[in-house]
């Protein structure tokens, strides 16, 4: 497995400064965004791409996966994105995301996924590129493993697979659905994202969101059991990309974090999980 930390919240670091980072924290590498607002815009992948390479390269830092907006090939630059990976030897990606537009158009939504996904396959089996479906949670297709399944279940495997995120599985799987949901995807796990979460009890009456919320912790205090999950993976010899989301800003954040407390936090969950698969 390749350990790797996402770039999103590290996105105030040039990428000297991400790859003197990364290297303190004894990654092997970074999941790369390359999207609208990432560390390469999508427009200037051809050149800012491998210059962004090379200088993680001087910290023995690589970019592991890239993570995209992609969600068909007819989008601007996406062809460009896959090539530019392909030619820098970057064999993951992320794929973007379909928004779930409301009760009665999930058939046709489906449809409309699998075929973007038909179309892309030439591109990326031509540059030796694999990409995966995120499972994110809420109103998002794929939002879990078993949905993410059905959607990429027609296209060809060797290029299109799931990116299983831990913490959006418990939210969308509880006790015991993240692990069936691994187990029905371990053919086609291409990459992980470790990160856990909750749902906390949040919020007063006049509070537009209260209740019971979803939040992102950190990975010894939510609900993922990571023992079971590491032997799952162990199981099944996954060796991809292990991308640690260190989400720790925004609103589905246990608490809001700047980029010097974030590293820090990193710092613990990737000894956490260390100390784990080392049992």
């Given amino acids: 497995m390749e350990f790797c930390v996402f770039s999103k919240l590290f996105q105030s670091m040039d990428a000297d400064a991400l790859g003197r980072t990364m290297k303190e924290l004894g990654v092997d590498g970074v999941d790369l965004t390359v999207r609208r607002g990432g560390h390469v815009e999508p427009e200037s992948v051809k050149e800012g791409l491998p210059a962004f390479q090379q200088a993680l390269a001087a910290h023995d830092i690589k970019v592991s996966m890239l993570t995209t907006s992609i969600t068909g090939r ?15 030897g970057i ?28 179309e892309l396959t030439p591109v990326l089996k031509d540059n030796g590129v694999k990409a995966g479906m995120h499972t994110h949670s809420g109103k998002n297709m794929g939002l879990n493993a078993q949905a993410a399944l059905t959607l990429i279940e027609d296209s060809d495997p060797e290029a299109v697979g799931v990116f299983y995120d ?23 796990l291409f990459m ?8 906390f009890r949040t919020g007063s009456p006049s509070d537009s969101q209260k209740g019971w919320m979803p939040m992102v912790v950190p990975l ?10 590491i032997r799952c993976l162990k ?11 260190s989400e ?15 590293t820090e936090q990193t710092r613990k969950d990737l000894a956490y999980f260390r100390s784990l698969m080392a049992d």
């Avoid at 010894?220 to 999950?229: I, P, Y």
């Avoid at 720790?248 to 974030?262: A, D, H, P, T």
Wanted: with cysteine.
């Fill in 235 to 245: 199981e099944i010899g996954f060796a991809g990309p292990l991308s640690f989301h």
């Fill in 248 to 262: 720790y800003q925004g609103w589905l954040s246990f608490r809001e974090m700047n980029v010097e407390q974030i």
């Fill in 166 to 188: 831990g913490a959006h599985c418990v939210f969308e799987g509880g006790y015991g659905g993240w692990l069936m949901g691994l187990d029905m995807v371990a053919d086609r």
């Fill in 74 to 88: 007819d989008e601007p630059h996406a062809v460009d994105v896959i090539e530019a990976a392909g030619r820098l």
């Fill in 192 to 199: 992980v994202a470790v990160k856990d979460g909750g749902f």
């Fill in 91 to 118: 064999g993951y990606i992320k794929l973007g995301y379909w928004r779930y537009k409301g009760f009665g158009t999930y058939k046709e939504s489906e449809r409309q996924i699998k075929a973007a996904l038909e």
């Fill in 220 to 229: 010894d205090a939510g609900m993922m059991d990571w023992v079971e999950f």
